[in-house]
């Protein structure tokens, strides 16, 4: 069983910058994928960036979501995950939560969604 708490949301003004963090209550490094998802006022929730088992992410395709590269960026620090966020957009206000799941099931992002642990989410804001 994996705990996963968010911390870091706030109200921003469109441009500014928030940095989001997710404390895990195990050690993740080696074993599972992390991930942020997040879900917007009427949408569903949708995949935002993720890192490997081994804290490994790249700038392509596959682990950050179109609408957020080269203005997010995931790492991590022990066992705590974390989003900085820069340029925000009104677009960007939705709740951002923290996944986890075992390495063993892959990176896919439906894998957050079968096997994942979640954290109750941090909500962001950003207005015009």
């Known amino acids: 069983q994996v705990q996963l708490q968010e911390s870091g949301g706030g109200s921003v003004q469109a441009g500014g910058s928030l940095r989001l963090s997710c404390a895990a209550s195990?050690?993740?490094?080696?074993?599972?994928?992390m991930a942020w998802f997040r879900q917007g006022p009427g949408k569903e929730r949708e995949a935002v960036a993720r890192i490997d088992q081994y804290h490994r992410t790249t700038l392509d395709v596959t682990d950050y979501a179109d609408s957020v590269r080269g203005r997010f960026t995931i790492s991590k620090d022990g066992n705590v995950l974390h989003l900085q966020m820069n340029s925000l957009k009104p677009e960007d206000t939705a709740m951002y939560y923290c996944?986890?799941?075992?390495?063993?099931?892959?990176?896919?992002?439906?894998?957050?969604?079968?096997?994942?642990?979640w954290g109750p989410g941090t909500q962001v804001t950003v207005s015009s």
């Open positions: 996944a986890a799941w075992g390495a063993t099931y892959g990176g896919g992002w439906s894998n957050a969604r079968e096997h994942g642990y």
């Open positions: 195990v050690y993740t490094d080696s074993t599972y994928y």
